[in-house]
């Protein structure tokens, strides 16, 4: 029973003055000027879903384009931009927005018992501007300007003599202005589960959604500085003259590459990392038991965010390295096999030790455990060298990396999405739809990618636009693409049902599925302040201390840790969550969404090369950013 549920007369009146305090503007300014880590989370949902319906088209017009030899659906030009976009979008607008942004945003503060993130403006720009960067990107569609050098847009073909257009300064100001968002909610994130945890939570009885999402956002803070200095250079060359990557003047275009996979192969594992997160939350709900070798699963994830920085150059065994050099990025590579079977190991054992309820969440983590196998199997043999040299660049490459980024990190956004639907909306999804629905995209998917595995030993590269009748590709080919609509009808069941239940629905209280961590101990949707009265946490596992949420009822109506005083959130110890602090949070705030602005006007110019109104507007946003710094209440 929660803890409102249960409060006396005196609770009840705290828990009205919670509800005071913490309440938003109504309406579109409230949206606007928003800061509770909840509508932000809504925010990125929406956003990335949007993202995620137009990679989703543009992946439908490259399958439809390949469905037969000889098609003319897209031209050439047409379907190398639009597979650009695809991949882009999918990486960057997509899976990191709403794994991250989204999930990470709405999930994070409730499970670890705080009232918000660590820095709630941060974490309203960190939306604004990856909308902007969103926006920005498409606007090069918009003006039939869009970059089509691939989503790792290699160099020379990137170089102004080979593009001469603006679709990659395009790629470069999107995504650097992309990593800026992406570095401001990863710092969030850090410090948020550093410091915001629940008193009781030491890092040991911490959620290992948590963990997952700790190694996220350290990935993500050291790796997008690679991508940021390699986009800096590229502009520098294409803008300025300069030479970096151009081997005539004595630059070298295999930097780009160095500096693309060093951030480029942390960013595989920062689409996975969420998953693992996803699997280890909902797996221990659905078979009623704890996750089985628990410190070892929370060090694995660590472990793979980690590993992940020393094997970039197994993207460049084609290039020339020297044999010491690719010897080395091979081994590597393997070691990742130890931290990803300990949590494989871990998932199934637990699932077979428990008892299974097979709902809709956890056929789409079993859907996921498969397809990670299958894309991890791939995976281990393009680390051996001649292998990969033999299959890099063909179809091969795209079944083994839409396995691991389709199947096996998607599957658990889509599981996640039912998961959590009851707690964000109140009302409970269609089960049986679900079942249904999770069948489909799991046949989908198989017919989609797995014939591309044997496209890819017949030879079919990838990123060509069509391919000549006779070379017995034609027939895996329209498979897969008759698998994309099947794959596309299950995805928008997942909607419509979803949807659907938005409205119809039946009731689902607050802990429909007994889970296991503190989101379920407050109300579907939570309350602006997430919790009447902040946790006191004496395990991984809190919803299933039932004597500590009694605990907290009690609590509530003594006025302990209820904190009615004002926007306040508990500071615990970094290692062992004992309580520090109180901390004064801040409310709604109309800067960051002005300083998103004016950072995306800037951006904007830099593009139009009116370098000077670049500059106006750069200093817009340092006004902005003035006006932001004294309006925030002081420490005193
Ligand atoms: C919705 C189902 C999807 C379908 C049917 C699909 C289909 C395809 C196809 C056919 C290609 C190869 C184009 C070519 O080489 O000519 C491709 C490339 C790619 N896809 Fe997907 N895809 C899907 C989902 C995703 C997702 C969810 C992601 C990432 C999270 C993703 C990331 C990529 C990337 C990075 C590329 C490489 C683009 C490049 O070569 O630069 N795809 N996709
Ligand atoms: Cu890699």
């Not at 007369?9 to 705290?14: E, K, N, S, T, V």
């Not at 998932?347 to 008892?355: A, M, S």
């Not at 951006?603 to 817009?620: K, N, P, Q, S, Y």
Request: glycine share 8%.
């Amino acid at each position: 029973m929660s803890a409102i549920a249960s409060a006396t007369p005196a609770g009840q009146a705290r828990v009205q003055r919670l509800e005071r305090i913490w309440a938003e503007r109504p309406g579109l300014v409230g949206w606007l000027t928003t800061t509770d880590h909840k509508r932000i989370g809504l925010l990125y949902l929406f956003a990335s879903l949007v993202f995620f319906a137009a990679g989703g088209v543009e992946a439908l017009l490259v399958r439809t384009q390949l469905a037969a030899p000889n098609q003319h659906v897209l031209g050439p030009a047409a379907y190398d931009e639009t597979f650009t976009m695809h991949g882009i979008t999918m990486i960057f607008l997509f899976v990191i927005p709403i794994t991250t942004g989204a999930f990470g945003n709405y999930l994070l503060p409730l499970m670890i018992g705080a009232r918000d993130m660590a820095f709630p403006r941060l974490n309203a720009l960190s939306f604004w501007l990856f909308a902007g960067s969103g926006l920005f990107l498409y606007m090069s569609m918009i003006v039939g300007q869009a970059p089509s050098a691939g989503w790792f847009n290699y160099v020379p073909l990137a170089s102004r003599a080979y593009s001469p257009d603006k679709g990659i300064d395009f790629y470069s100001y999107g995504l650097i202005f992309n990593a800026i968002a992406s570095t401001a909610a990863s710092v969030n994130f850090i410090v948020t589960i550093f410091k915001l945890r629940a008193p009781g939570m030491s890092l040991n009885r911490m959620p290992l959604f948590c963990y997952a999402f700790l190694a996220v956002s350290f990935s993500l803070l050291f790796a997008l500085p690679f991508l940021s200095v390699a986009l800096i250079l590229l502009e520098l060359d294409r803008q300025l003259g300069f030479h970096f990557y151009d081997a005539a003047a004595g630059g070298d275009p295999l930097l780009w590459q160095h500096l693309f996979w060093l951030f480029g192969h942390p960013e595989v594992y920062i689409i996975i990392l969420p998953a693992f997160g996803f699997a280890t939350s909902i797996i221990p709900t659905f078979v009623r038991r704890r996750m089985v070798a628990f410190p070892l699963v929370a060090l694995a994830e660590l472990l793979v965010g980690f590993l992940g920085f020393g094997v970039w150059a197994h993207h460049m065994f084609a290039v020339g390295l020297s044999t010491s050099t690719t010897t080395y990025f091979a081994a590597a590579s393997l070691i990742i096999v130890i931290p990803s079977a300990i949590q494989i190991f871990a998932w199934i054992t637990t699932i077979l030790t428990g008892l299974p309820r097979f709902t809709t969440p956890l056929l789409f983590i079993i859907g996921f455990i498969l397809f990670f196998l299958l894309g991890g199997l791939t995976g281990i043999m393009f680390a051996a060298i001649p292998f990969d040299q033999q299959l890099t660049d063909t179809y091969f490459v795209v079944a083994h990396f839409h396995f691991v980024i389709f199947g096996a990190a998607v599957f658990p956004i889509l599981g996640g999405l039912f998961y959590w639907f009851p707690k964000v909306t109140g009302r409970l999804y269609h089960e049986r739809t679900g079942q249904i629905s999770f069948w489909i995209t799991f046949v989908g998917t198989l017919l989609t990618f797995f014939p591309m595995h044997i496209l890819g030993l017949l030879g079919m590269p990838r990123r060509d636009y069509t391919y000549p009748s006779g070379l017995g590709w034609g027939g895996f080919n329209l498979l897969e693409t008759i698998g994309a609509y099947v794959l596309t009808a299950g995805l928008l069941l997942i909607v419509g049902n979803l949807l659907y239940s938005l409205r119809r629905g039946a009731p689902a209280g607050n802990d429909p599925w007994s889970g296991a961590t503190l989101e379920w101990s407050t109300t579907s949707p939570p309350p602006a302040y997430n919790f009447p009265v902040i946790p006191v946490v004496s395990s991984a596992y809190a919803m299933w201390d039932e004597d500590d949420r009694r605990a907290d009822a009690a609590r509530l109506n003594r006025g302990e840790l209820v904190l009615e005083r004002g926007h306040e959130t508990v500071a615990s110890t970094v290692q062992d969550g004992d309580w520090d602090e109180v901390l004064t949070m801040p409310s709604e705030s109309p800067w960051p969404i002005t300083l998103a602005i004016a950072v995306t006007a800037m951006f904007a110019m830099l593009l139009l090369e009116h370098f000077v109104t670049a500059g106006v507007f750069g200093g817009v946003a340092l006004l902005a950013l003035l006006g932001w710094h004294t309006t925030e209440p002081q420490e005193s």
